[in-house]
């Protein structure tokens, strides 16, 4: 076997090794200017983006002027890129598709960008996806792929493949992304990174997924430290509160009580482990009943059934694409320039589109039956993933349906049911494979709702086994 790639990442410079909450600190006490701040996180894009991809397009001189204006707020300071399905004023969204060529500048930013930048972020520009956050790797058809910061060689996960990758590279501290199967928990596993999918409803939601029969997608952030996560939903609960979940409580301190935890090797779609991640499972059981929480083994509390029905959802949204893309997005929109993976999935579900009614049907009523099954439990564990990040080209965009898409079935079996329930559930880096050199994820699912609960266990699980971090490694 031969030795994995040279890492990559931008830790030379000391502020990279900084957290949100510390650069934001720094700010407030007048140790660090934003522009200051800004400044550096723009210059360590430039440094590792040429290699890593993971920069769909830039806005670093507005990033710049913005930084002089020393807006406010909990993050002041900060610098970050939002994922290119989020409308930002004045940059294209193309959401990772060459159907939108030819697309123009959006004339507003959407909510949740919004709400970052009323916080004191800064946006350095839009990071990249796959198209349209259909397949987990950020990989394209007729384009460089995202690379691993970790194995440069591997997969960097999706579909918020370029954001996880840019946080771990050390280039911003928090980054935006998506979550609409695993599209946040995934690339967190992959990178190293904490990613919390939050409960429906947590923060503002997209209106265009107000009007879905099932609502999967929901925004978040990727980050290094568990803080970070929290820092930010307890700065948006206090903007957005959302008014059908209870309040997150106190998110700044390790989880006190003992919990019930289940443990869960197999996944709804019932996948293989590799053996990394089987082993990363038993040692994080081990360090759970080291701190004393009480843990049982579980089954999926849904059958394989769920997994189909899931992907007929996700293939509906693809025909949606396919066939509406000019109405939905922009007349520009070029349907002939879709990947094979998005072609593949709107045929399939127009294959099979009977089917339709029962599969939402029974895709509704899964939250019921999972909170049934979990009644006893305060949280249930699982690895995020099957296996460790594949190769570059495993999952390519360019290979045919029928090919990639059974290696994606493989791989992702654990995270589509949070997204079906809305319940949250969150990514840690609780393992690490050396022979790869690569991050493993574990992933604990609350209580709808319990997304407090969940950061304070994660706070603790943190202090108890620090997660990886690129800072400490030799890059190119």
Known sequence: MSSPATPIHAFGDELASLDATATAEAVRSGELSPTESVRAAIARARQVDPTLRAVACWDDERAL????????????????????????????????SAAFAHVGPARATGEI???????GMVCLGKSALPEFGFTPSTEFPDDEPTRNPWNPDRS??????????????????????????????????????VGLKPSRGRLVTDPHDRLLPVRLVTDGVLTRT???????????????????????????????????????????????????????FRSTVALLEELGHEVRPVEAPVDAQFAQDFIHYWAMLAFAVKFGGKVLFDRSFDASALAPITVGLAERFRSN??????????????????????????VVMSPT??????????????????????????????????????????????????ASHLPIGMMFSGHMGEDGLLLRLALELEAARPFPTLAAVPAT
């Open 65 to 96: 002027a913005r930084s002089h204006w020393g807006r406010g707020g909990d993050f002041a300071g900060v610098a970050t890129f939002i994922k290119d399905m989020t409308d930002v004023e004045g940059l294209p969204t193309r959401n990772g």
């Open 113 to 119: 960008a919004q709400q970052m930048f009323e916080a």
């Open 156 to 193: 960097a996960g999706g579909s918020s493949g370029g954001a996880a990758a840019l946080v771990a590279a050390g280039v911003v501290a928090i980054a935006h992304g998506q979550d609409g199967g695993g599209s946040i928990r995934l690339p967190a596993a992959c990178n190293g990174l």
């Open 226 to 280: 568990v803080r970070d996560t929290a820092n930010y939903y307890a700065m948006a609960e206090g903007v957005h509160p959302s008014r059908h979940l209870p309040a997150l409580g106190d998110v700044s301190h390790p989880v006190e009580r003992r919990l019930r935890i289940g443990v869960m090797l197999d996944s709804p779609a019932r996948v293989t482990l590799d053996d990394a991640t089987r082993a990363t």
């Open 353 to 378: 589109i009977a089917s339709t009614p029962g599969a939402i049907r029974r895709l509704q009523a899964s939250a019921a039956k999972v909170a049934e099954a979990t009644r006893d439990l305060d």
């Open 385 to 434: 993933l099957a296996h460790l990040p594949p190769e570059l080209g495993h999952l390519g965009a360019h290979l045919h349906f029928d090919i990639v898409f059974p290696r994606v079935e493989q791989w992702v079996g654990f995270t589509p049911l949070a997204n079906a329930t809305g319940q949250p559930a969150i990514s840690l880096p609780l393992g690490f494979d050396d």
